[in-house]
């Protein structure tokens, strides 16, 4: 997984810890995600694919609705 991701899994951990090395990452995490647990805070994780998916819907929706507001912006074009 880090290969494919680059070490984005771990987004939410390195911007607690910003200074904490990549490779140490995997061994905070848990620890995280169960403090998020155990206090009720979201910490929202899936698997590679459907990560993937919901990207690029999220995508999808963002460039959606930049078209609908350029196209009411310069009906002309």
């Given at each position: ?29 848990p620890?995280?995600a ?44």
């Open positions: 997984m880090d290969w494919f991701c680059g070490g984005l899994q771990y987004q939410v951990d390195h911007h607690l810890f910003p200074m904490m090395p990549r490779h140490n990452m995997d061994k905070c995490h620890v995280i169960s403090f998020c647990k155990k206090w009720g805070v979201a910490y929202h994780e899936t698997d590679m694919w459907v990560g993937t998916l919901e990207i690029l819907d999220h995508l999808q929706h963002v460039s959606d609705e930049f078209f609908e507001e350029f196209v009411t912006d310069f009906p002309a074009m």
